[in-house]
Protein backbone atom coordinates (compact mmCIF):
# COMPACT_ATOMS: atom_id res chain seq x y z
CA UNK A 1 0.00 0.00 0.00
CA UNK A 2 1.03 3.41 -0.72
CA UNK A 3 1.08 5.98 1.96
CA UNK A 4 0.15 9.52 1.39
CA UNK A 5 3.25 11.44 1.10
CA UNK A 6 4.51 8.75 -1.56
CA UNK A 7 1.47 9.48 -3.35
CA UNK A 8 2.61 13.45 -2.83
CA UNK A 9 5.59 13.56 -3.82
CA UNK A 10 4.42 12.57 -7.77
CA UNK A 11 2.15 15.27 -7.19
CA UNK A 12 4.56 18.08 -6.89
CA UNK A 13 3.38 17.78 -3.12
CA UNK A 14 -0.16 18.59 -3.49
CA UNK A 15 -3.14 16.71 -3.68
CA UNK A 16 -6.85 16.44 -3.74
CA UNK A 17 -7.95 13.82 -0.66
CA UNK A 18 -10.62 12.24 -3.59
CA UNK A 19 -7.19 11.48 -5.77
CA UNK A 20 -5.00 9.89 -2.65
CA UNK A 21 -8.39 7.86 -1.99
CA UNK A 22 -8.29 6.28 -5.25
CA UNK A 23 -4.43 5.09 -4.25
CA UNK A 24 -5.94 3.38 -1.31
CA UNK A 25 -5.57 6.35 1.57
CA UNK A 26 -8.74 6.34 3.60
CA UNK A 27 -9.69 9.11 4.99
CA UNK A 28 -8.69 7.80 8.53
CA UNK A 29 -5.13 7.18 7.13
CA UNK A 30 -5.00 10.93 5.97
CA UNK A 31 -6.31 12.06 9.50
CA UNK A 32 -3.48 10.16 11.28
CA UNK A 33 -1.15 11.04 8.84
CA UNK A 34 -2.23 14.86 9.33
CA UNK A 35 -1.84 14.35 13.43
CA UNK A 36 1.32 12.95 12.52
CA UNK A 37 2.55 16.01 10.48
CA UNK A 38 3.97 13.87 7.99
CA UNK A 39 1.45 15.87 5.85
CA UNK A 40 -0.73 18.96 6.29
CA UNK A 41 -4.55 19.68 5.22
CA UNK A 42 -4.23 22.75 3.14
CA UNK A 43 -8.24 22.67 2.95
CA UNK A 44 -11.00 21.12 3.24
CA UNK A 45 -10.11 17.92 0.87
CA UNK A 46 -6.63 19.07 0.11
CA UNK A 47 -3.73 17.70 1.36
CA UNK A 48 0.15 18.71 0.85
CA UNK A 49 3.96 17.73 2.15
CA UNK A 50 5.00 19.92 4.48
CA UNK A 51 8.32 20.41 2.36
CA UNK A 52 6.62 21.37 -0.81
CA UNK A 53 6.67 24.60 -2.81
CA UNK A 54 4.79 27.33 -0.75
CA UNK A 55 3.60 28.62 -4.33
CA UNK A 56 2.01 25.96 -4.98
CA UNK A 57 0.43 24.80 -1.75
CA UNK A 58 -0.90 28.43 -1.83
CA UNK A 59 -2.06 28.42 -5.01
CA UNK A 60 -3.89 25.12 -3.98
CA UNK A 61 -5.10 26.92 -0.86
CA UNK A 62 -6.51 29.65 -3.19
CA UNK A 63 -8.62 27.36 -5.54
CA UNK A 64 -6.30 26.51 -8.34
CA UNK A 65 -2.77 25.21 -9.50
CA UNK A 66 0.28 27.70 -9.78
CA UNK A 67 0.83 29.76 -13.04
CA UNK A 68 3.50 32.97 -14.56
CA UNK A 69 6.35 33.31 -13.98
CA UNK A 70 6.91 30.99 -10.86
CA UNK A 71 5.69 27.92 -12.83
CA UNK A 72 7.65 28.63 -15.68
CA UNK A 73 10.48 28.46 -13.34
CA UNK A 74 9.50 25.56 -11.94
CA UNK A 75 8.83 23.57 -15.08
CA UNK A 76 12.74 24.53 -15.85
CA UNK A 77 11.97 27.54 -18.62
CA UNK A 78 14.49 29.82 -18.53
CA UNK A 79 13.52 33.71 -17.08
CA UNK A 80 15.42 36.76 -16.87
CA UNK A 81 16.38 36.84 -12.79
CA UNK A 82 13.84 39.43 -11.53
CA UNK A 83 12.58 37.65 -8.76
CA UNK A 84 9.19 38.47 -6.87
CA UNK A 85 6.63 36.86 -4.46
CA UNK A 86 3.62 37.16 -6.21
CA UNK A 87 1.45 34.13 -6.80
CA UNK A 88 -0.59 34.03 -9.82
CA UNK A 89 -3.21 31.24 -10.01
CA UNK A 90 -4.75 29.32 -12.60
CA UNK A 91 -8.60 28.71 -11.97
CA UNK A 92 -9.60 26.96 -15.24
CA UNK A 93 -12.69 28.79 -16.66
CA UNK A 94 -14.53 28.82 -13.81
CA UNK A 95 -12.85 27.76 -10.51
CA UNK A 96 -13.97 28.53 -7.33
CA UNK A 97 -11.79 30.68 -5.08
CA UNK A 98 -11.71 29.69 -1.59
CA UNK A 99 -10.68 31.75 1.06
CA UNK A 100 -6.79 31.51 3.16
CA UNK A 101 -4.72 34.31 5.03
CA UNK A 102 -2.96 35.99 3.86
CA UNK A 103 -4.03 35.84 0.27
CA UNK A 104 -2.27 38.26 -2.25
CA UNK A 105 -3.34 35.70 -5.67
CA UNK A 106 -3.85 37.29 -8.62
CA UNK A 107 -6.14 35.08 -10.14
CA UNK A 108 -6.72 34.06 -13.47
CA UNK A 109 -9.46 32.56 -15.51
CA UNK A 110 -8.94 31.30 -18.87
CA UNK A 111 -10.35 27.93 -20.47
CA UNK A 112 -9.65 24.24 -18.96
CA UNK A 113 -9.54 22.43 -15.73
CA UNK A 114 -7.15 23.28 -13.39
CA UNK A 115 -6.91 21.19 -10.54
CA UNK A 116 -4.03 21.59 -8.28
CA UNK A 117 -0.28 21.57 -8.55
CA UNK A 118 1.56 23.50 -11.37
CA UNK A 119 -0.37 24.93 -14.80
CA UNK A 120 1.34 23.12 -17.63
CA UNK A 121 4.16 25.43 -19.73
CA UNK A 122 1.53 26.43 -22.01
CA UNK A 123 -1.11 27.64 -20.46
CA UNK A 124 1.73 29.86 -18.05
CA UNK A 125 3.02 31.16 -20.89
CA UNK A 126 -0.18 32.53 -22.35
CA UNK A 127 -0.68 33.77 -18.50
CA UNK A 128 2.84 35.57 -18.24
CA UNK A 129 2.35 37.27 -21.65
CA UNK A 130 -0.78 38.74 -20.41
CA UNK A 131 0.96 39.59 -17.14
CA UNK A 132 4.76 40.60 -17.69
CA UNK A 133 4.36 44.51 -19.07
CA UNK A 134 7.85 43.76 -20.35
CA UNK A 135 8.24 42.22 -24.15
CA UNK A 136 11.79 41.39 -23.67
CA UNK A 137 11.05 39.44 -20.39
CA UNK A 138 8.12 37.63 -21.90
CA UNK A 139 10.14 36.82 -25.62
CA UNK A 140 13.18 35.66 -23.20
CA UNK A 141 10.60 32.99 -21.69
CA UNK A 142 8.88 32.24 -24.79
CA UNK A 143 12.46 31.34 -26.71
CA UNK A 144 13.27 28.97 -23.48
CA UNK A 145 10.00 27.16 -23.72
ZN1 LIG B 1 -0.20 36.20 -13.93
ZN1 LIG C 1 -5.06 33.50 -2.56
Not at 6 to 27: E, K, M, N
Request: charged residues 20%; proline residues 4%.
Amino acid sequence: MFLPTDILRRFDGVARGTLLQRFGCSRKTLSVAVHAGTIERVRAGVFALPSANRRIVTAAAHGGSLSCAAALRLHGVWMLPEENDEIHVWMGSAGRRHDHEPCECKTHYSPGMAGIGVAPVAVALVHFYRCSNDDEAFFAAYESA
